[in-house]
Each structure stands twice: as structure tokens, then as C-alpha cells.
């Protein structure tokens, strides 16, 4: 199932329509008694309601109704007439053509103080063409306008299948041409190789590496792909790998450890090696919190369930932990962003882990930034300050069938 970051823009003057799930609520032309499946899996493909070519008499596209398509929702923008405001209007209606009928669906509402109202038609099916109607119902609840629209679900993103490859691998050369039997040895130096329509493969490995930015765009039909070779497992870290090891930390007494450092950092997570048990740090803005263990006026870390936390003045990073550090592999953040994507269109990521990106302020694995039509699906987050930013005039961002780890989801305070 297709997940939309952002779905077709509206223009500028609009907010985004809010896809509101309402699973109590029949699916419009389909009999109940086969809606069966649970509400975790809506809307579920099987009983998606399919565009019809019986259009009902009475349709003419109105200008005063928007619509903008999704993968399985469309989105219907309503302008209030201008002789009219939000309080002469009792009810937006909004129906659907079903095999040449009407069917009622989720009432527009007012957004916030806007001139206009705004619903999302769920359990479509995607790449198809659909008509709405819209009543505008006023105080005495007689019907004061009628208008109608007509947009198009899009269609499911698929991976770019490309024989045009470019190749990185831990035993390879930046001086080789980036071949399979000649891989280039660094994911920078792949970024800055691959163009539009190629694809750029990476071998198994832990590559150490942050702010991967591509040197090109993509283009509509040849998008520029990035992915794990096939059936190998490439975690991409933003771990500074000098901080890594248990024994280049000092010992301060009271469970408290530091290690030198030359600026900012604050995501640090803590990993036992015998299970995998992760520890994030939480970060406190002195370091009497952390030698206290509490934070005045909010309470002791045990009060907090907090087990660890970090503190950082640009020269040293002191951390406290429950237990000895040997034993552990200590991930200090080294980068604050893993992949840049800045004005680049048509990208596809296939298939990665990136782990622990987190140094500064608005950190996170992926930076999506005045780009659109961006792919990233099949991927692995585990311990990043946050996983994918999207920012500014990035249109058309589909995350699909990721999955996103970090222990502070179990943290038990806010």
C-alpha cells in the first residue's frame, strides 16, 4: 500500500485537505456484508469502488469544486460563493458517482476560518477517473447550490527497471569507473556519478558516510534510482565511528562517562552487543541534570523511566548510563542528515538502512527539499532523530512499506 507524503499540491491560497479516516462507516457502493476486513487494513484493494463509465445525467464540472487525486483517496476543495459566508451554510454534501448513481460520502467541513470546505473520498482505486457532486445546504435545509467535479486517483509508484547501473561496494576504487566488476568504493562518489534513467547499485556493507547529495535530477519516464544490490542488506550510518568503541571512553565515577569531542552533539544511542538492546540517551541542557540524574521541577530519572542521558558543552560528551560501558557500542551521532535531496526530481531509494542521524537541530535520515516525485520505499530507520523531512515546494513524496525503529517510542513521558 502506497503511503502519499504530499498529494498533488493544491495552489498556493489552499491549506492540504486532511485525510480523515472514518472506518465506521459503510464503503460506498459495496455491500456491507463483505466488508469483512479490519479497520488496521484500510482500505483494502479487493474492495476499492472502481471508476464507472455510466456518468449521471445531470454532471457539468463546476469551477467553484476542486479535486485532487491521490492513490486510493481524492481530496474535494469547495469555495464559498461570494454572496454567501460559512454561517448561511447548514451542510456540504459531498457524493460519488457509483455505477451511475450518487452516493453520499463524508460531508465537507469548514477549514479553520477559510472561505472554503473540504473533504478526502476513501476506497478508490488508483490511475482512475471519478465525478463527485457537491450540495451546499443552507439554515432552512434546502439545497442553495449544487456543483460538480471530476479528477484522477494516481497511479501506484513503481521502481524504474533499468539496465544502465552504476556500482559501490566496500572493496572498490573511487578511481574506477563504478562497473560491476569496477565499483566505486564510496555512496558520495556514486551520488555525484549517477544521472537520469541509471540506476546505482550498492553492495553489501556498513558504509559510514552523511549529507549524500546527487549531482543530478531525474526525469519523468528515466528517474535516477538508488538501492541495495538484490538480496544484500546495506546499512548506510551516520555513526561517528571514533566515539564507537566502549574503551575510548572515560569513566567519572557515579556511572558517569565522557569522551573528547570538537562541537555539537547530541543523539547518542547505546547498544548492548549480547542482545541488541538499544538505550536512547535523552539529552538535558546541563550537566548537573545528568550528574543529579533529575531535572528540576519535572523529576529524578527513575521518576521519568529515563536510563541514560547526554550532555555536550562542544569539547567533551559526558553520558550517563546504568551499566559499565564495556561490552556496548556506543553510536554518537556524526551527521544531521544521511541523504540530501535539494531541487532534485524523479528519485527513487530502494532498499536501505540508514541508522543514527541526529548531530543537530531538525536532524533526520532523509532531507527532502524543493524536490517532488520522490520514491522511497523498502527502507530501514532504526535510531534517527526523525526518519524523512519534507520542507517547502517538495510535491508528489511517496513513502511505502518502511520501517521505523527508535527507542525513545517507549520512552513513557512526552
Not at 454561517?87 to 479553520?112: A, E, K
Not at 569539547?315 to 532534485?344: K, Y
Not at 520514491?375 to 512499506?401: E, G, M
Request: charge should be negative; include cysteine.
Amino acid at each position: 500500500m502506497a503511503t502519499s507524503v504530499s498529494a498533488l499540491q493544491p495552489p498556493a491560497s489552499r491549506l492540504p485537505v486532511p485525510e480523515l479516516p472514518v472506518p465506521q462507516l459503510p464503503v460506498p457502493g459495496i455491500d456491507e456484508s463483505d466488508t469483512k476486513e479490519s479497520s488496521a487494513h484500510l482500505p483494502a484493494r479487493h474492495l476499492a469502488v472502481a471508476a464507472s463509465d455510466k456518468v449521471p445525467p445531470d454532471f457539468h464540472a463546476s469551477p467553484q469544486l476542486e479535486v485532487y487525486g491521490n492513490f486510493h483517496t481524492i481530496g474535494l476543495i469547495a469555495s464559498i460563493p461570494k454572496e454567501l459566508t460559512a454561517t448561511d451554510i447548514s451542510t456540504m454534501r459531498s457524493y460519488l458517482n457509483v455505477d451511475g448513481q450518487w452516493r453520499p460520502q463524508h460531508d465537507l467541513v469548514q477549514v479553520g476560518d477559510f472561505p472554503w470546505f473540504a473533504t478526502s473520498i476513501f476506497w478508490l482505486q488508483p490511475n482512475s477517473t471519478y465525478q463527485f457532486k457537491v450540495e451546499v445546504v443552507g439554515l432552512d435545509d434546502k439545497v442553495m447550490a449544487v456543483w460538480y467535479g471530476e479528477g484522477n486517483t494516481r497511479q501506484d509508484p513503481v521502481l524504474h527497471q533499468s539496465s544502465d547501473s552504476l556500482y559501490v561496494a566496500k572493496n572498490g576504487d573511487d578511481r574506477h569507473p563504478g562497473t560491476k566488476e569496477r565499483p566505486f568504493k564510496t555512496i558520495a562518489r556514486g551520488f555525484s556519478a549517477v544521472t537520469a534513467g541509471q540506476t546505482l547499485l550498492i553492495r553489501e556493507g556498513q558504509y559510514h558516510a552523511g549529507r549524500l547529495e546527487l549531482a543530478h535530477d531525474g526525469q519523468q519516464h528515466a528517474p535516477v534510482v538508488i538501492r541495495s544490490f538484490p538480496g544484500e542488506k546495506v546499512i548506510i550510518d551516520g555513526t561517528d565511528p571514533e566515539m564507537s568503541d566502549w574503551e575510548t571512553w572515560r569513566s567519572d565515577g557515579a556511572g558517569v562517562f565522557s569522551t573528547p569531542c570538537q562541537g555539537n552533539y547530541r543523539a547518542v544511542t547505546v547498544i548492548r552487543q549480547s542482545d541488541d538492546r538499544a538505550t536512547r540517551l535523552f539529552p538535558v541542557l546541563e550537566l548537573k541534570h545528568l550528574q543529579n540524574r533529575a531535572i528540576p521541577a519535572v523529576g529524578t530519572f527513575r521518576e521519568l523511566g529515563i536510563e541514560g542521558a547526554v550532555f555536550c558543552d562542544g569539547q567533551r560528551i559526558p553520558i550517563s548510563f546504568q551499566e559499565p560501558l564495556d561490552g556496548h557500542v556506543i553510536h554518537v551521532s556524526g551527521f544531521d542528515r544521511g541523504i540530501v535531496l535539494d531541487t532534485r526530481n524523479h528519485v527513487q531509494i530502494d532498499g536501505l538502512e540508514l541508522n543514527h542521524y541526529g548531530r543537530d537541530e531538525s536532524s533526520c535520515a532523509i532531507y527532502v527539499l524543493n524536490s517532488s516525485d520522490i520514491l522511497i520505499q523498502n527502507c530501514t530507520f532504526r535510531y534517527d532523530d526523525s526518519q524523512i523531512y519534507a520542507k517547502l515546494n517538495s510535491d508528489r513524496l511517496t513513502v511505502q512499506n518502511c520501517l521505523f525503529t527508535d527507542e525513545i517510542f517507549d520512552w513513557s513521558f512526552d
